[in-house]
């Protein structure tokens, strides 16, 4: 079923959307998924992985950016995603940079986007969220979030409490998104001085909640080892969670693409990049603040080797666009081969094996 869905995808409905431009056949995929009911078959439990005292059926999510605005939670579940991280959510509804500003790189199995944070803003996501969670579902939520391009650098800490305040309650953990490279100034936040007085704001925002989502920062894979050992070590000691390793390069020369269009680039080029992040992050917190491994997964080995260096959990973007739905199976299947080869009795015990 799955080879033929995979199949089906690559040869008819891949060609097809590849026509569009990139927004516009993400667009009509997320409106065709958005329409599918949550139906969800078990998954085995040697895929069971428990992460800040949360279980999760399997390890496999959705990265943040592919469902800004929560509009295909059931799709996700019924296509079998342990979690899906939604967002990036900002406060207000904002229109995100002028088009284009996403394209695809299929040569290099890549994307770059610019796409800036367009979203419906807080509202409108979270009576969607809501909606979802009145039911029992078997997928983790994950919440996004990131400040509006008006907000003045002075004013940031306050969109995020803010989301945190008000839509953090619905969340089985929250992102941080200090990484992205497309609302100019945000990067910033990851400096170790900012982000201790960031997160110290994030932090006593999350104290009002009654239930107390773990918080996680999602960083960018552009910094040397050391930078990332500073950030990880100001992050931990002032109460992240987690982190999210990592976000779209800013990189061009080592892979060839000096030409191409500025922005995030994701997707193959992006695989070892994001597994020496995860590595780094890992060995710095001395494995102790889960890591969520994302960049360039395109197979099982993929996101074996992100786990197995560091990563608690793995996600995927750009591989999905590329392989399609069937993809979430595959690595699903194929991890679990890994480890009845290895004799791996589970997801906890491979993470890390490669880094310590
Ligand atoms: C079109 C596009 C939009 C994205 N938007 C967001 C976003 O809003 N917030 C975020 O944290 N990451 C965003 N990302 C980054 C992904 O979550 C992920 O970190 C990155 O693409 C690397 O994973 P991949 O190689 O599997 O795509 C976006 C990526 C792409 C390709």
Redesign the pocket.
Known sequence: MTAVSHLLYRSLLRPILFQLDAETAHRATLAALGVLPAIRRADPPALATRVWNIDFSNPVGL????D?DARAMGAWETLGFGFAEL??ITPLAQPGNERPR?WRLTEHRA?I?R?G?PSLGKDAAMRRVERFRAHPRRIRIGL?F?PNRSTPPEKIADDYARLIAEMGWLADFI?I?V??PNTPGLRDWQAPQALAALLDRIVAARRALQTAPPLLV?LAPDFDAAAIVEICTAAAAHGADGF?A???TLARAEYGLVDAPPG?L??SP?LAR?RALIQTVYRATEGRLPIIG????FSAEDAWGHLAAGASLV?????FIYEGPALVGTIKRGLMRLMRKGGWRSISEVTGSEAR
């Not at 994302?294 to 997964?297: A, P």
């Not at 996600?315 to 591989?319: F, K, Q, V």
Request: proline content about 0%.
């Open positions: 990265a943040a950016g592919l800004k967002g990036t996403m994307i986007n796409l944070f996004n990131g992102v998104n990484s992205s999602k999210v990592g976000n779209t995030g994701s997707g992006l994001a994302v960049g360039g997964i996600e995927i973007y750009t591989g």
